[in-house]
C-alpha cells in the first residue's frame, strides 16, 4: 500500500498526513474484495524495514492501527470480516497487540473474507523463522522438502495469492511474501494508496482475469478465473 507520504507531500503536509487518509482506501479495498467474493486479502501495512523510519512517524502509525481497529471492528463483524495478523507481532507496542488480539477474537467466527495484516513483516523474517522452527524441530535434512517449509511458515493454511496489487507506480516486491508470491500474478498501477478505491481494485482484477496462468509448464495454459461467487465486476474506463 504504497504512495502515502508522497501524496501528503504534494499536499503540502506530512507523511502521517498520508497514512491516515490511506485507512478510507482500506475500507474501499475491503468492501470490493468482499463484494467480489475474494476469500483471502493480505494487506502489507508495515514492513520490519519501516522500523527505521522516524519515531514520531512510528508512533503515529502505531496510534492510527489501535484507532482503525477499534473504529472498525463492529463493520467488520456485521460483514463478516475474520481479521488475522503476520509478522513479528510481539515487536509491536502493548496497545497495537491488545487491540489486534481484540479485533482477532471478536472475528474469529466470521465466515466471509480473511482480512491478513501483515505487520513488523518481511518474506525474508518469515523464511528465517521457518528454518528456524524447523531446526528447533530436529527434522533430519533429508526429510525436508518444500511441504516441510510451508508448514513452518507464519501462515501455512493460507492458500498463495492469485494476484499482487502495487499501488503508486513501484514495481518491486519489497520484501513481501516471498515464498508464497512464487507464481502469483502481478499488478502495477501508479495510483498512489490514499486514491486508491473499488474501481481501481475491480480494474485490477478485470485485468487478472484475463490472464492465462502457465506455473512453469510448457503447452498447458491455465485461464484466470472468469467468474467470481460475490459479484460481477464492471468494464474498466
Known sequence: MDGNGRWARERGEDRVFGHANGVESVRSAVRAAGELGI???TLYAFSTENWSRPRNEINALMELLVESLA???AELVRKGVRLCS??????????CIAALRNVEEQTSDCKGLTLILALSYSGRWELTEAVRRIVQAGIPAEFIDEDTVRKHLSMPDVPDPELLIRTSGEQRLSNFLLWQLAYSELHFTPVMWPDFREDHFKAAILEFRGRERRFGRTGEQIKSPTASPGGEIPKAE
Open 39 to 41: 476469500d483471502y486479502l
Open 71 to 73: 473504529g472498525e471492528v
Open 86 to 95: 503476520t509478522g513479528d507481532i510481539s515487536a509491536l507496542p502493548e496497545s
